[in-house]
């Protein structure tokens, strides 16, 4: 299992992860804001389809002792809002996601038990542009990395450092065309 997103189709990258941690935890890291801002964003949400989901983004609060790059600054206290789509606890969370352009993709984290762990399934669909799919290829990978370290009682690793080599590895994987 390659700690990689693949893209599958045009505009959806999927990512793989097996978290060390039961899936009842796990499901609160993903749905309790004070956890999930431990290691993707915090902002409250309605947990029920239909429901709001906001995510409140502070990426330099991820790790301490790291400044935000200046190209990022501009993120730093972003404010996501989307709708759930589907809830399944402790199995399936869908939600949509506004992108920066105002373009609504979509987010499905899917969950299973996987000995004394848990397997997660992340994809990100309906990206609009290719610009996108490299955007939330590097952070979607950063996020989940900082969310393994989180689960695994280490220290978080950096976000910006981390972020940046990702970026640049996932330009050169799935290229700018």
């Known amino acids: 299992m390659s700690e990689h997103g693949v893209v599958t189709e045009a505009g959806t990258v999927r990512f793989e992860r097996l978290l060390p941690a039961p899936i009842d935890r796990v499901w609160d890291y993903l749905t309790d804001p004070e956890l999930r801002r431990t290691w993707l964003a915090g902002g409250e949400s309605d947990p029920k389809p239909g429901g709001r989901m906001t995510l409140l983004f502070r990426n330099s609060e991820l790790a301490s002792g790291e400044e935000t790059p200046e190209e990022y600054r501009k ?8 709708r759930i789509i589907r ?3 402790p199995r399936l969370l869908v939600h949509s996601w506004r992108e920066e ?3 609504d ?6 969950l ?12 990100h669909s309906k990206l609009a ?3 996108l799919l490299l955007g939330v290829s590097g952070g979607w990978h950063t996020h989940l990395a900082i969310l393994e370290d989180v689960l695994a009682g280490r220290p978080r690793r ?4 981390t972020h940046a080599r990702l970026e640049k590895e996932y330009r050169e994987r799935i290229g700018e065309a």
């Open 129 to 131: 542009s290719r610009a």
């Open 158 to 161: 950096p976000f910006w450092s």
């Open 75 to 82: 993120y730093e206290g972003m404010e996501m809002e989307g």
């Open 105 to 110: 993709s979509e987010v499905s984290f899917e």
């Open 112 to 123: 299973s038990e996987e000995g004394d762990g848990t397997r997660l399934v992340l994809t």
């Open 101 to 103: 352009d105002g373009s």
């Open 87 to 89: 809830f399944d606890p």
